[in-house]
């Protein structure tokens, strides 16, 4: 069974930036489609990005286009989710999954992280 450890949230002001860490506990990691999602509380959970096994492929959600950039490291067994400029209406729990390829929904993914705590401040 694969396992994901979601870290790198914390409070930070409108503006600044955090990189979420996912680290998968399987050596077979370069063989997932990995995404990042988050939960805002009272509200469904919502795609945030998406990254194919080798990396060559991306997908964002309209309203983080610009901003927020994922990546991976195969080696390190590791995917990141660099978030820029954040905004307010970014404070959410954020997931990271893997799947048997990348997608946009999360209805494509087995395994899910704890989720990490991302808070922005006025």
């Known amino acids: 069974q694969v396992q994901l450890v979601d870290s790198g949230g914390g409070l930070v002001q409108a503006g600044d930036s955090l990189r979420l860490s996912c680290a998968a506990s399987?050596?077979?990691?370069?063989?997932?489609?990995m995404g990042w999602f988050r939960q805002a509380p009272g509200k469904e959970r919502e795609f945030v990005a998406t990254?194919?096994?080798?990396?060559?492929?991306?997908d964002y959600a309209d309203f983080v286009k610009g901003r927020f950039t994922i990546s991976r490291d195969n080696a390190k067994n590791t995917v990141y989710l660099q978030m820029n400029s954040l905004k307010p209406e970014d404070t959410a729990v954020y997931y990271c999954?893997?799947?048997?390829?990348?997608?946009?929904?999360?209805?494509?993914?087995?395994?899910w992280g704890q989720g990490t705590q991302v808070t922005v401040s006025s």
């Open positions: 999954a893997a799947g048997r390829t990348w997608s946009t929904s999360s209805a494509g993914y087995l395994h």
């Open positions: 399987t050596v077979s990691f370069r063989n997932y489609g």
């Open positions: 990254i194919s096994w080798g990396g060559g492929h991306t």
